[in-house]
């Protein structure tokens, strides 16, 4: 009996024409969300942004205040 070969998924190997529209989207977003919640965004990482709460003016609960961003986001 022949093995049928496996089907392959076309979405890691389709180019996406949409991906810098996509990107700039959402690195928008995430600056939006960021500064309404007093944070500070630094820096992207693939598909995640890295923010900073606290700094330069400290905050009474930074933690706290990462926490709702995150849960806003």
Known sequence: MKRRPQS??????????????NRRILNGF??????RCGGL??????????????TPAPLDDAAGTALSCARAI
Not at 8 to 21: E, L, Q, V
Not at 30 to 35: A, H, L, S
Not at 41 to 54: C, I, M, P, Q, T
């Open 8 to 21: 392959r998924s076309r979405c890691t190997t389709a180019p996406n024409p949409f991906r810098h529209r």
């Open 30 to 35: 995430f600056e939006i969300v960021v500064e």
């Open 41 to 54: 965004l630094d820096k992207f990482e693939g598909n995640a942004a890295l923010a900073v709460f606290g």
